[in-house]
Structure formats: structure tokens, C-alpha cells
């Protein structure tokens, strides 16, 4: 059985209370054992998506449900429940008509997402979104290419047409060397082979993309090694077109793609970095289940939580 997901708003008497079942401060207020308060990556999500909470619909909250629920005579027939991703403590009413009598016992709730592991999902979701964007360019890039390709007497007689009624400064760009107009007629000036072969060049590229966006939506190892080698093979071309021809865009891409190398080799600990693959779900590992929600607790809660 997984959490219940809300994000409703308590009624103005319960949140305005700052009492606990032990008499002494709110369960959120108190220091934490790890000595960590914030946690940027738990406060966006559930910001997004509403808190993770269990209890809501429960009759009663028992002594060891303590970790994830508390009564509290002081809030006017509420109780406070944890978040069980971002750890915040939120004041609720007792249910009316309680759905069940009791909180599920440990093995019958899903933990949420937290701590690295979903820091990683959500940043590697990000990288996914960027590469799925390159392979929509490029494989929009790729057809009219190919469609260059296939009309390549056409376009460059109208090419040529466009041109010579224009005049002025937009024929002067096309001589130079400078210039959409330019680039347009130098694509129109290669063999229909070579246009073919570009083509398809950029629609593997795009490919490559997409599937890397694939894996790293789904978290998969093999796509943060392929990511790596692939934006790292093109970051001495990225430097050297930037060189020849400075841009805020190509600037802008050259920074994005030397951040995702830095933290895939890094934070991800690929070939072997930092103890490799196993340290990298040994650390994952430490921030989910129940024993990270007992080393996250406040002190006071910590302390007296049921070991299993």
C-alpha cells in the first residue's frame, strides 16, 4: 500500500498551535539527528506534487506509529503527520468517518523517493529533457536535409533566383561567406551524395540522442556512460567553434554539456570514480526506507522510535 498523497491546508485553529502529545515543542521544530533541516530536492517535489502522508484517513494513531504520526490533545482533536519525503510535520484533524482504524503497519507503506536518489532521478530527468530536444532538432534538421537532397536542382536555381533580386547587402553576405544566404548556398553547392551522407549523419546523431534521453528518463546506467562519452567526444569541437566564432548560444551550450560531464563522471561516479557503481547505490540506498526516516527524525522522535 503506498502513502497517501495531499496537500490540503489544516483548519486555521489546528495550524496556529505549536503543542505535541509530549508537552513540549512541534515535531518540525525541533533539531533533526542529522543535523539537517532543509531538503531542496523533497521541498520541490512535494511543492509540485503535494506531501506524502499516512494517517489521514486513520481512526487512531498508535505509540509506534510515532516516526510518521502523533496525536496531540492541544490541537483540538488533531494530530501532526510526517511527510515521509521532505520530513516536514503538518497539523491534521482527525478524520470524521476514518476509512480505516489504524496507520498500516511499516512493510505495508511505500516509502517515497528522497535524499540522492531522487536528486539523481530529477537531474537526470532534466539532462533527458535536453536530449530529447537535440534529437527533435536534429531530426527535423535531418529530413530537410534529405529533402535538400532530393530537390537539389530545384532549390538551387530558386536559390540562385532569390538572390539575383535581392541584390544589395544579402548578395554581398552570400559572397563573402557570411550569412544565412551563404550557408544556404554552400549546402546547395554539394554532390546530392554528400548531401545524402550528411543527412544521415545528423539523423544516427539524432538517434544517439534520443536514446539517451530514453535511458536517462529510466535511470539506467548504461545511458549515463553513453551520455558521457558522447558530450565529452564533441566538447574540443564545441570549443573550437566557439573560438572561431564567438556566441552567447554556443557559449551557453559549451557550459550546459561541461556541467552534465562533470556530474555524470562525479556525482554518478562513473568508471570507477569514488568508489564506482556500488558506491553509487550504497549512497542511494542510505537515504530511502525506514531507517533513513529514523536518522532523519527529530532527536526527541529518534530516540524513541521502534528498532526492527
Known amino acids: 500500500m503506498s502513502a497517501a498523497t495531499t496537500s490540503d491546508e489544516p483548519e486555521r485553529d489546528i495550524g496556529e498551535r505549536s503543542g505535541t502529545p509530549s508537552a513540549t515543542v ?24 503535494g506531501h506524502e502522508l499516512v494517517g489521514a484517513d486513520a481512526a487512531r494513531v498508535r505509540l509506534k506509529d510515532g516516526l510518521i504520526a502523533r496525536e496531540d490533545p492541544e490541537l483540538k482533536g488533531g494530530r501532526w503527520l510526517r511527510c515521509l519525503r521532505c520530513d516536514a510535520w503538518l497539523p491534521m484533524r ?43 532538432v536534429l531530426t527535423a534538421l535531418a529530413v530537410a536535409i534529405l529533402i535538400v537532397a532530393a530537390h537539389r536542382a530545384e532549390l538551387r536555381t530558386e536559390l540562385y533566383r532569390v538572390l539575383a533580386d535581392l541584390q544589395g547587402g544579402l548578395l554581398q553576405s552570400a559572397r563573402t561567406g557570411h ?45 549515463e556512460y553513453l551520455t558521457f562519452i558522447a558530450t565529452t567526444l564533441l566538447l574540443p569541437l564545441e570549443v573550437a567553434e566557439l573560438a572561431s566564432r564567438f556566441s552567447v548560444l554556443k557559449l551557453t551550450t559549451l557550459a550546459v554539456n561541461l556541467a552534465i560531464v562533470v556530474y555524470l563522471i562525479y556525482a ?23 531507517a533513513a526516516l529514523e536518522r532523519t527524525s527529530p532527536v526527541e522522535l529518534a530516540s524513541s522510535a521502534p528498532r526492527r
Open 179 to 223: 550569412g544565412l544566404l551563404h550557408d544556404a548556398n554552400e549546402l546547395l553547392s554539394l554532390r546530392t551524395t554528400k548531401l545524402h551522407l550528411v543527412g544521415l549523419a545528423v539523423l544516427g546523431y539524432a538517434l544517439l540522442e534520443g536514446l539517451e534521453a530514453v535511458g536517462l528518463w529510466f535511470q539506467k546506467r548504461w545511458a
Open 94 to 136: 482527525a478524520p470524521a468517518q476514518p476509512a480505516r482504524e489504524h496507520i498500516p503497519e511499516r512493510d505495508e507503506i511505500v516509502v517515497p523517493l528522497r535524499g540522492k536518489g531522487l536528486r539523481d532521478k530529477l537531474v537526470l530527468r532534466v539532462i533527458a529533457i535536453d536530449r530529447a530536444l537535440h534529437f527533435v
Open 26 to 49: 512541534a515535531p518540525g521544530t525541533q533539531r533533526y539527528a542529522t543535523g539537517k533541516r532543509h531538503r531542496s530536492y523533497e521541498l520541490l517535489v512535494c511543492g509540485w506534487s
Open 268 to 290: 554518478k561516479r562513473l568508471f570507477g570514480l569514488r568508489g564506482g557503481g556500488r558506491a553509487d547505490e550504497a549512497a542511494r540506498a542510505y537515504d530511502q526506507g525506514w
